[in-house]
């Protein structure tokens, strides 16, 4: 007889750990199944920093649950004690028509977010490290930051556990089935079998081979994430000093970038945004190539010139992207007692705890009182997020 759950949690990455948290804080009896380990860092939450930022040039429709995610960011710091996250303010430089500054303060205008605008001069003279283009300008606002993916899904993951849930680790689901309207859920792994009211499923990278019949596809991107030790040492890019960055050219090329945050020895991370390579999750290429390092460097010393000094690490990370780039959470269209949070697209970790939120709304309630009427798997997919 297979022991039974009010709601298993499938993939406990950054919004599973979340979800399987608030699941269990409002009484639900869970259990959490994760392939790897705690906070591993073979699927799309690791590496040490994700940007997370208010204004949203990717739709001004995601603003208000980025506000909510602050506030959990907040929560989430006291109720675990972790540093979950830190502000640091973010700029988004590039010209006056690029996404990464035109839609970032369309949408900080259309909610009333707190921001200022610089010119070329303004970003030298305030961020001295950049060195942006007669025509650049910038976005700058204060309450952006860095998100610490290993700390928040050991934050959830221990919070979860304390208010009474079941992890498993190293526990690979191979297969589920969920009844008519009403009925049990199975989740069948390579250590047992479970039934539960409820699913959720979270599988990041692996969504595809785990919700064949969700009607979106879910394409895997490999990125790269490098670290450098800049010219001169650490202490421009300090984290109380130093903000986030994106940073657009006038072909659309993106990259992206933190402070330093390991000390005077360590390095600072960039990365480019999208531009990789389509991968698959079970033969991601995890080597870091000479070439890569390279162009990366290269890209760096005309517009931070300083930062290449020394290369120190790279590391390979999997976008999850389904084809308008917005994320898919929801019921699942034929089964009600399943919930699905995937295709986050490179760009879900900022709001990894308001997800928790909603998936538990959506889970137990079957509705949420947040918009997310653009992650509906049934929308009509127009075309890819601007940039
Ligand atoms: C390089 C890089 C940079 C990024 N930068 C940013 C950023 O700056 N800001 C931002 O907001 N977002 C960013 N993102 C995106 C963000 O990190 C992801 O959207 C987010 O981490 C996705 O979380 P997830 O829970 O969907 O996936 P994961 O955290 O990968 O979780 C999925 C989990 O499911 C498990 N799983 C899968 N299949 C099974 C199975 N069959 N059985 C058991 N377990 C299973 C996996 O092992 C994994 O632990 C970035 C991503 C990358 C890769």
């Known amino acids: 007889m297979a022991s039974s759950y009010d709601v298993i949690v499938v993939g406990l990455g950054g919004m599973g750990s979340a979800a399987a948290c608030h699941l269990a804080a409002r009484g639900l009896r869970v259990l959490g199944l994760e392939r790897f380990g705690p906070a591993h860092n073979r699927g799309s939450s690791h590496g040490g920093s994700r940007i997370y930022r208010q204004a949203y040039f990717e739709d001004p429709a995601y603003v208000p649950l980025l506000l909510r995610a602050h506030e959990l960011w907040e929560k989430l710091a006291i109720d675990s004690g972790r540093e979950v996250f830190t502000e640091t303010g973010g700029l988004m430089i590039g010209r ?18 707190d921001h200022e605008v610089l010119d070329a001069a303004g970003i030298r003279r305030r961020f001295p490290t950049f060195n942006p283009a007669a025509e650049d300008v910038a976005f700058y606002e204060r309450k952006a ?8 899904v050991t934050a ?6 304390a208010h009474g849930a079941e992890l498993h680790f190293a526990e690979l689901v191979l297969g589920w089935e969920a009844d008519g309207p009403g009925g049990k859920a199975w989740v069948v792994t390579d250590r047992g079998a479970y039934t539960a009211d409820r699913l959720v499923f979270a599988p990041g990278a692996w969504a595809s081979k785990l919700l064949p019949g969700l009607g979106v596809t879910v394409t895997v991107e490999r990125q790269v994430m ?26 659309g090329t993106q990259i992206y970038g933190f402070p330093s945050l390991d000390g005077p020895d360590g390095g600072a991370k960039v990365a480019f945004f999208r531009k990789g390579v389509p991968s698959d999750p079970e033969t991601l290429d995890r080597q870091i190539h000479p070439d890569e390092i390279e162009a990366m460097a290269a890209h760096l010393r005309t517009r931070i010139p300083t930062l290449p000094g020394r290369f120190l690490k790279a590391a390979a990370c999997m976008y999850s992207n389904t084809p308008d780039e917005h994320f898919v959470l929801a019921r699942h269209p034929e089964h009600p007692q399943v919930t699905v949070a995937c295709g986050f697209s490179g760009h879900g970790f900022k709001f990894v705890p308001v997800i928790g939120e909603i998936i538990a709304d959506l889970a137990i309630d079957g509705t949420t009182d947040h918009p997310i009427a653009l992650f509906d798997p049934r929308r009509v997919r127009v075309r890819p997020l601007p940039r």
Do not use: C
Request: glycine share 10%.
């Open 96 to 113: 006056e028509d690029s996404a990464a500054f035109a839609g970032t303060l369309n949408s900080a205008r259309q909610w009333g977010l």
């Open 145 to 152: 930051g860095i998100a610490r993916p290993e700390a928040t």
């Open 156 to 161: 959830h993951l221990d919070l979860a556990r």
């Open 226 to 251: 490098y670290w450098f030790q800049p010219e001169g040492g650490t202490g421009p890019f300090a984290a109380d000093r130093h903000p986030v960055y994106i940073w657009e050219d006038p072909d």
